[in-house]
């Protein structure tokens, strides 16, 4: 029997910018795909273009969940889903919302991350402003069909009915895979839910308080290696 597994990338096989990445662990995570130990795909808040260069690398088979659930992207075919509960009035606006945030944070160093299709990151500097970003984007973009939230990496714009579990009943639909026989791995607060929706939940040690008290598996290691633990665990029946 074919185990699927759901990953989150940052945290869990992506580290922070400056830091280098686990080649050796990436490795062993791609092994788990190409030997069909596992079948292997991602949910992040990362665009498709990011997602589809790592799923390459991983040997990724499956639809991914790319920018908090809003798009269903196969790294093979290059198919590309948007949700049918992104609301078009949040897309007519996304042109007129991108340009605010822009105009928002001119002169500064904060930053509107680009590639992104449907969600829009603005990320400070400094991870320790994120609180006041928070607030002073949520009065910017007042009374629009959005709500926001912080990643822990960046202050997120999201139309209303996004979300990472909606994402993941919408992946289970298109690939014909019952949501309890997913196992979701997730590192922080913004996949809290996906990690309560799947059928089973395991975390690397580097997660946030929160995910720990909702798992049934921390690994002791954290990061890509934690994964890697973690997958040992599942294709072992040990999960």
Not at 49 to 58: D, G, H, P, S, T
Not at 96 to 116: N, P, R
């Amino acid at each position: 029997m074919v185990r699927h597994v759901i990953c989150d990338i940052d945290g869990c096989l992506v580290p922070p910018r400056g830091a280098m990445w686990d080649f050796s662990n990436l490795q062993k995570v791609a092994e788990f795909n190409r030997d069909g130990m596992l079948r292997i795909a991602f949910c992040s808040g990362r665009p498709p273009a990011f997602q589809e260069a790592l799923a390459r690398q991983l040997l990724v088979a499956s639809y991914c969940i790319c920018e908090n659930g809003a798009l269903l992207m196969h790294p093979l075919t290059k198919d590309l889903i948007l949700h049918p509960d992104v609301p078009k009035e949040f897309l007519r606006k996304r042109p007129e919302i991108l340009a605010t945030l822009h105009e928002m944070v001119e002169g500064t160093d904060i930053v509107v991350e680009f590639g992104k299709e449907v969600l829009i990151s603005v990320n400070p500097p400094d991870k320790k402003d994120l609180p006041d970003l928070v607030e002073a984007v949520g009065k910017t973009l007042e009374g629009l069909p959005i709500q926001i939230f912080n990643s822990g990496r960046s202050v997120e714009v999201v139309p209303h009915g996004v979300t990472k579990d909606a994402g993941l009943a919408l992946w289970a639909e298109i690939e014909k895979v019952p949501v309890e026989e997913v196992t979701s791995i997730g590192d922080a607060d913004n996949d809290l839910d996906i990690l309560k929706a799947a059928g089973k939940a395991a975390a690397p040690a580097n997660c946030t308080p929160a995910v720990r008290s909702i798992v049934g598996y921390v690994s002791e290691y954290p990061m890509v290696a934690g994964v890697v633990d973690i997958l040992s665990k599942i294709h072992q029946g040990a999960l």
